[in-house]
């Protein structure tokens, strides 16, 4: 009921107000909240709530426009200053801002609008991957698999490719390929990408992981925390991180670098809660999402993975 | 007066007379045998996002004037010696196996044939599911039944139900036939 009555005043009163601060100020919302918002996610989260909320019909044309490029992933590192180009002078054009009285607008703008449809492309991306299944008979997706088992266990060999040692790096039988199931690739490249950028990072991970009495199942956690940084992502919580973390355009890596922080600081938890033993998950899991979803409701929040562990 | 008397006493009656009894369903079955695409079918959730399973999911479903409380225990063998955790109070076990994973058939039966043996699964019903009938190597329910022995039951109420629980064929049947046999008893 009193959200039905907010958005109605919002609705109507909106204009009013910005109409009003427009005369005051001599600027629109866009140019207020650029040059008023400090940069990073409270900078960008403003600006993509105005434009969302405009009802300038060439604002509006611009942000469907926007929106099908992303959608289609055809903003690349080629056509990005076109596409930017593109955006700042329609909204310079529609506003009446003078891009010589205002040359430090255009710029952060610009930034505003690569951050926004560069993390709704990332999403799609992410999508596809996840909707790639783990698929035993492509090479590439063997080789990744192998490459795995290499980074974490570099003084065992692999036996064969099925064998119960992958239960030592927390696959649940002789066999990972049925494991990664609903997060097909996506899940192995997180893994991966742990392993490789962050090593000594993920090998303290896996040593709890095969402690004898807080012990869990590493690659099943990580597949199942994949899903957490999904649902984040998807549901726009991941937003905070992403807008704070990158300076350009955003790319599967900063999804990747999310995923790792969050395998280190459960881990983490994991260990200080003391389980009693691997029913646990689930509550814990819980927990933890919590406590992430608090962190990125803060717009200052950025996440970095604790750096003292890999340089030890 | 007298009609809302009426009215407020047969809303009475039916609330007396529905108690909404809630059942105890455990889920148990090797890894990616299907339990808790199973489970998220039966809660109408999407299916196409399932992670393996660490621990244990629970939902509630309503089928048949019961409330379901249907537990969902990870079937990894490093997670199997935690299934007698669950066993107390359960109403209806119910055995998930991967149709199309004929190399551990023998697996899957032994696990089911130690299920049995418990006390405290003593005359509890048993469902099997015998999922994934959508894949080409898939044998069939009767042959899945003669595998792991079922014929040979004889303590206790059991079916098997041919399914797919990635479109939803067959789990439903099965729920009626374990609300049935709740009803029995």
Redesign the interface.
Known sequence: MYHYLWSLLFWYFRPLIKWFLHRTTQMCELQRICYGEPAGARRILAVEESLRNSRNPDIKTLVLYLDGVSDRREITTKSERGILEEAIRTVLVAKKINPVAHPDFAKSFGKCVELIWGYRQLCIHVEELRRTAYDADNAEHELMLLKLWNLLMPHEPLEGRVTKQWQDIGFQGDDPKTDFRGMGILGLENLVYFAQEFPNAAKHVLLHSIHPRYGYAFAIVGINLTSMALRLLRDGSAKTHVYNAVKTLPTVRVFHQFYCYLMYEFDRLWIESKPSNMMEFSTIQEKFENSIRILLNNPKTVFRVNISVDNV | MLTTFQGLLSILRKLRSNPDRELRLLLLGL??AGKTTLLKSLASEDI?????T????IKSVQSEGFKLNVWDI??????RP?WR?YFENTDVLIYVVDSADIKRLDETGRELAELLMEDKLRNVPLLVYANKQDLAQAVTAAEIAEGLGLHNIKDRDWQIQSCIATEGKGVKDGLEWACKSIKKK
């Open positions: 890894d990616n196409t996002q399932v992670t393996p660490q621990g244990f999911n990870g079937g990894a063998k490093k997670i935690y955790n």
